[in-house]
């Protein structure tokens, strides 16, 4: 399916086998959306076989059950997606992480051993993305905040990004601030650059993505459930999900 003004991710079921899945060709990104509340059961009965011991010892550590469903939904659900996409077990996948961009620490993208694909994912509460491709890509999905979160992290956007904000209706504000969070979080992400740096008060603006930057990155906001904005950001002239 190739539509790049607004692709619309596929649901994904962690109680069903991932079929094999083409890989994206360059331009292109396999965008996926779960629903972590219904898929946790199946994360935590799939996670001791296909997530590694550092992941297994990271989801231990969060306190409230919710957020444990959440991040054991995102990284099987994405092992389950390389995997498929590679013909390789899930659990066999090793995942480091690159440079930082603009410091050098190891803190930038997340990297596959080998190759192969490019990943991210993202999880909010109870909504979760994955996001594989041949170029680097950063997916994002952000609730949508409180007033007060609103008027808070302000100076965390572009001077211009705050007027436009400030001029909306107080009613449109939370959608808009999600958006262009979301918006921000992906492309830093794709980029491996992490908001202790400046490149979160790049330009975005909440206007349409598209004109938010330029090649060979694309950002495009994604389809999301009500309460949440979602956002993909990709190193490619277009965008095409499938």
Known sequence: MTTQANPRP???RLDRPVEPLRPPTPGEALVRFLDATAQSPWAEQLAP???DATELRRAER??????RGSFLV?????????GALLDTPPRDLVMSRGACPECG???GRPLLRGGGAHFSLAHSRDAVFVACASTPVGVDVEALPAPQVVTQVK??????ESVELAALPPAERAAAFATLWARKEAHLKGVGVGLAHDGHRRYLGTGPAAEAVRPPWSLTDLPSPEGFAAALALRAPTVSCY
């Open 10 to 12: 596929v649901a994904l």
């Open 49 to 51: 076989g296909v997530l």
């Open 62 to 67: 969060f306190a409230r059950p919710r957020d």
């Open 74 to 82: 995102a990284h099987v659900a994405l092992r389950l997606l390389l």
């Open 105 to 107: 620490s190891p803190s």
């Open 155 to 160: 100076h965390f956007f572009h001077p211009d």
